[in-house]
């Protein structure tokens, strides 16, 4: 599967940004679906994900502020990011793997997600 991020921009503090990952390829709605997240000068983290039933984990701290959600129809997954904040500044990219209940979930975080796509810059200002 090939993962195409979409959807990045600059807003204010406050804001609001929905960013797209779009997958080619067949069956997408059998993949769990991670977003993360690389500010400059730290380490790559995750944010949050949505599995083939639909089930949903977040980051501590984008929980109640960012929302991710599918849809198979269109093979798209949906990062809503609403009361972004300066920290939220990054670029954002869309990760998948099958999901077959193997996919290495601890510490509150996915990991080691096999289908990576390009990423999206989000920006925020204060």
């Known amino acids: 599967v090939q993962l195409q991020a979409s959807g990045g921009g600059s807003v204010q503090a406050g804001g609001s940004l929905r960013i797209s990952c779009t997958a080619s390829?067949?069956?997408?709605?059998?993949?769990?679906t991670g977003w993360f997240r690389q500010a400059p000068g730290k380490e790559r983290e995750f944010v949050a994900a949505?599995?083939?039933?639909?089930?949903?984990v977040y980051v501590d701290s984008v929980k109640g502020r960012f929302t991710v959600s599918r849809d198979n129809a269109e093979n798209t997954v949906y990062l809503q990011m609403n009361s972004l904040k300066p920290e939220d500044t990054a670029v954002y990219y869309c990760?998948?793997?099958?999901?077959?209940?193997?996919?290495?979930?601890?510490?509150?975080?996915?990991?080691?997600?096999?289908?990576w796509g390009q990423g999206t810059q989000v920006t925020v200002s204060s």
């Open positions: 949505i599995n083939s039933k639909r089930a949903t």
């Open positions: 990760a998948a793997s099958w999901d077959d209940g193997k996919s290495a979930y601890f510490g509150g975080a996915y990991h080691n997600l096999d289908y």
């Open positions: 390829g067949r069956h997408f709605s059998n993949y769990l």
